[in-house]
């Protein structure tokens, strides 16, 4: 039963939310729920029929959705980010896709029993890697650097790439059906990287060139992006039929290497544009799928998986990273993740409309052999690479270490102490002295601007996922904290205070969204805590135990113990924070601030005293 226009959008979007929730929830790249969500709203139910639905603003709306992917992705790419493994990138996404092609055109021909036309033609769909299944799986796998950068930049390049080689070949499989000949074919493709190339560059040199001059007010500036980069791809599709998905590439990358623009904000906005339009596009493209395409394939679909995974992609990695300073364990890891995404399944479902129309009757294999190819890169690698980056050991650590903004005494005092329990703790300072310091005394140091381009490109935050602000500037810890917040997570920025709570007028208190977590309690400030260091106190661990319990620990010195950090017995550390509700139990360790040694020495004297006095009372 079919339902409304109205109501079969709304449908769309709650089930596209709770498959990104539930991908979330289980780290598994969300492909999987959408299409298996698609495929049960499509074929299994008929409940959404998407040719119903949007007619002919369908293949348009898929296309445009497509470059707005593909515009965000290119954002990311500064060519600062991949100098040390460039000459990789360039081979994967040249040679590399030329044996991939190669390999899947001939597997596809020999194995699905297609012509050659369609099997070259799948070949050049199969190269396409898709940067919507790439990132997701880097999260989950969280490979070391080298492979991070890699797959990213592959992803990102070969999505247009891939598109590209798809038209060339459709061109000249229209070309040869029109007895136009090999020229034809050759032409179409240079008319497209011309057209492409130079609309992209044009797009992005004006975009900055508006945004740099402060043309357009701030909150405009998202709108701004998103009308030129539908201009820039629907000119250069005008002028020459499907050039668009370079056009916004290229665009994109221009604009994230203009060293002097600034387009958080705008990526920010991509981003989450991103996520809504792959999640209703997956859910729609698979929805157009029959239960006689998925069925006709038989057990064909794997024997083809197999000779892209264990064949097509390590020939590709191999032979394009000879030379390379890659570790055999890492050409090992980036041979096994090449997962197929959006790009593939919109590119396969419009040209195979397009093909049928043209008089090629077995054009309507291609989607449904796509998104069988997709759900099976994306199921096996999203099961197994986690567990063979660790194998290999080129997985990073867990992101339990922390960022710290600050290298002064309080900030020395508090990494020793994280250092000494095995954690891994970066001081960042714009003062060489407290750096010098930190370094004498055998700390982890970053001589900067945390929050700064150059950080950005050097600063090595492997296994490093929380923030502690601990500068005795408000104004350093309250930036600190916003730019980190948004990378790890609003939950793991901690900031020092630098004056208590009761010392601060209300209109200049720190908002909480901006500072994160209030550090140890709203009477601990900066100044406080360097006086008390001063004084001779000490950041001590105390293991607990039945006898002497957290409450204990509280109530020692008379309740002048401070309670910083706290170990559980599997190792997981927690931060004591003014809001928190943290309760140690046994078997943990506190990390806290106790009074000097003679003072402990004088209040055990004055207790004895104390006692004796009351002795010698009694008759």
């Not at 348009?60 to 593909?70: E, R």
């Not at 083809?304 to 890891?333: D, F, Y």
Request: glycine share 8%; hydrophobic share 50%; with cysteine.
């Amino acid at each position: 039963m079919l339902l409304s226009a109205s109501l079969s959008i709304a449908v769309i979007g709650l089930i596209s939310f709770g498959c990104q929730w539930l991908a979330w929830r289980v780290k598994l790249p969300a492909i999987l729920f959408l299409l298996a969500a698609g495929i049960v709203l499509g074929p299994f139910t008929s409940v959404i029929d998407p040719d119903q639905l949007f007619g002919d603003l369908l293949f348009p709306l898929i296309s445009l959705s497509v470059a707005i992917i593909l515009f965000e992705g290119s954002l990311t790419l500064n060519m600062s980010e991949i100098r040390s493994q460039k000459a990789v990138v360039q081979r994967l996404i040249t040679l590399g896709a030329g044996i991939t092609w190669l390999i899947v055109a001939i597997a596809t021909h020999f194995l699905i029993g297609v012509g050659w036309e369609l099997s070259i033609l799948f070949g050049a769909l199969a190269v396409v890697t898709g940067p919507t299944v790439i990132v997701p799986m880097l999260r989950t796998v969280r490979p070391n650097r080298n492979i991070s950068n890699i797959l990213r930049w592959e992803g990102i390049l070969i999505d247009p790439i891939g598109a590209l080689l798809v038209v060339v070949v459709y061109e000249f499989i229209v070309a040869q059906s029109q007895s136009a000949g090999v020229a034809h074919g050759l032409l179409a493709f240079l008319e497209i990287i011309a057209v492409g190339t130079i609309l992209g560059i044009a797009g992005g040199w004006f975009l900055g060139f508006v945004l740099k001059r402060g043309w357009v007010p701030h909150y405009l500036q998202n709108l701004a992006t998103l009308s030129v980069v539908f201009a820039a791809f629907s000119i250069s599709d005008s002028l020459a039929h499907e050039s668009g998905l370079l056009a916004v590439t290229l665009m994109g990358m221009w604009l994230a290497n203009k060293k002097d623009l600034h387009i958080n904000e705008i990526l920010n906005f991509k981003e989450n544009l991103s996520v809504v339009l792959i999640s209703g596009l997956f859910i729609l493209l698979a929805a157009r799928l029959t239960l006689d395409d998925i069925l006709a394939l038989g057990w064909t679909p794997l024997l083809l998986l197999l000779v892209m995974q264990l064949i097509a992609r390590p020939a590709s990695i191999w032979i394009s990273s000879i030379g390379s300073s890659l570790t055999w364990q890492e050409k090992s890891l980036l041979s096994w993740i090449a997962p197929r995404g959006i790009v593939a399944a919109a590119v396969s479902a419009l040209f195979a409309i397009r093909l049928e129309e043209a008089g090629q009757v077995d054009a309507g294999i291609l989607v449904p052999l796509t998104f069988s190819i997709i759900i099976g890169t994306v199921v096996l690698q999203s099961a197994t690479s986690r567990g063979l980056a660790r194998l290999l050991k080129v997985a990073e650590p867990a992101a339990a270490g922390f960022l710290v903004v600050g290298a002064n005494p309080v900030a020395r005092s508090i990494a020793r102490a994280l250092h000494k329990q095995g954690v891994r703790v970066v001081l960042t300072d714009t003062q060489w002295e407290h750096i010098r310091d930190a370094r004498m005394e055998g700390l982890e140091t970053f001589y900067g601007n945390a929050v700064s381009a150059y950080a950005d490109q050097h600063l090595d935050l492997v296994g490093v996922g929380r923030l502690l602000a601990l500068s005795p500037s408000l104004g350093i810890n309250v930036v600190a904290s916003m730019r980190y917040g948004s990378e790890f997570g609003a939950k793991k920025v901690y900031t020092l205070l630098s004056t208590t709570e009761t010392d601060t007028a209300e209109k200049h208190k720190l908002g909480t969204e901006h500072r994160g977590h209030t550090l140890f309690d709203k009477g601990m400030s900066y100044s406080k805590l360097a006086s008390l260091l001063s004084k001779g106190w000490e950041i001590r661990t105390t293991k607990l135990s039945e006898e002497f319990d957290f409450t204990n620990l509280a109530q020692l010195h008379e309740g002048k113990v401070v309670p910083l950090f706290a170990i559980s017995p599997k190792g997981r550390l927690e931060v004591f924070v003014d809001e928190g509700t943290l309760d140690p139990k046994p078997g943990w360790q506190v990390l806290s601030l106790t009074p000097p040694k003679n003072e402990e020495a004088k209040k055990v004297a004055q207790t004895t005293m104390t006692d004796d006095s009351r002795e010698k009372k009694i008759p």
